[in-house]
């Protein structure tokens, strides 16, 4: 059966009602997860729900019909040790508040970030949590509203409405780099991915003015997406007598990645190129050498998150902007101890 919206092309639960043959009150039902409407009825409107690419505008209206004690939370990448170690985190803080976390993954798509975000809407989530796939999505600019608290982490919205915690990813690159250069490295090399995200974006900044600070070169190998980095282009950059003597990760996707490609170079550490990353992981201290790195306080990146998002149920808030300092942690990657 081909399914017909209603005017101007949006679909509305009288339609949805129409289609499923059922009246519009047990929609209604449907839609707010109400008792008394079998789960065969409820399975066949939400198929038609989707069919009709039917999407309420629960924002705008405020739908709550009873507290629900559960917050969404929506990261790219579930697998990442950073992304894991902060939802542990947050989970911790809502079970210290008796609320379970529903977590869903985007896949790095903003298109993606939009479909599960409105799933969790549809949920009667008490507020949001998001590690936006793209902040600079439309989308999540237009998401605040007093009726359901958000707060972003890691990567802040534009959206100076929409509160964020996130650390201090200029400094704290910078600092990195500046430690390169104070071993007499002229030639630095920065590798990541993804340069329009807020966080890649300042750690390039810090890059930046460190190396212009020293009167060096900029070097930069920067790909479209997180694995892209290729062993070729590397290669142009360490070949030569005007080869980088030394590497400056972004985060800890392209570390592992760097050190696959310096692996097939035959490269060592600190004795071809020197190495700083940007994220600790758990292996950085037991990889030989053991890697230098700026280390983010991840485990309370997700605490002051969930803490936000708690208090602006209780009192809501705008421009509220947290940062989370970083640290240096000197190891032998980088040449010290070598």
Known sequence: ??????????????????????????????????????????????????????????????????????????????????????????MQVARERNYTVVLTCSDGSPQTEQAQIEILLRRQIEGLIVMPADQRSAYLA??????????????????????????????????????????????????????????????LLGYREAIDHAGCARMELIAGAEHAIDGPALHRFLSGKHGAEAIFTLNSVATVRLLHLLGE???????????????????????????????????????????LLFDQKENPRTSVRIKLPTELIIRNSCGCGS
Not at 164 to 179: I, M
Not at 266 to 283: E, G, S, T, Y
């Open 142 to 203: 237009n998401l605040h509203t007093h009726n359901l608290p958000i707060v972003a982490f890691d990567q802040p919205i534009p959206n100076k409405e929409i509160p964020a915690v996130a650390v201090t990813n200029r400094d704290g690159a910078r600092l990195a780099v500046e430690h390169l250069l104070g071993h007499g490295y002229k030639r630095i090399l920065a590798v990541g991915a993804k340069a329009h995200l807020h966080t890649i974006s300042r750690r």
């Open 265 to 307: 170079e035959n490269l060592q550490i600190p004795k071809h190129v020197a190495l700083a990353c940007f994220d600790d992981f758990d292996l950085a201290s037991a990889f030989s050498p053991s890697l230098t790195v700026v280390k983010q306080p991840v485990a309370l990146l997700g605490r002051r998150s969930a803490e």
């Open 1 to 90: 059966m081909h399914l017909h919206n209603g005017r101007n092309g949006k679909a509305t639960l009288v339609d949805v009602a129409k289609y499923a043959g059922v009246s519009l009150k047990t929609a209604s039902r449907v839609l707010n997860n109400e008792p008394d409407v079998s789960d065969v009825t409820a399975e066949r409107v939400r198929a038609v729900m989707d069919r009709l690419g039917y999407h309420p505008n629960l924002l705008a209206r405020g739908l709550k019909t009873r507290a629900s004690s559960i917050i969404g939370m929506i990261v790219p990448d579930i697998s990442d040790p950073f992304t894991a170690a902060a939802i542990h985190a947050v």
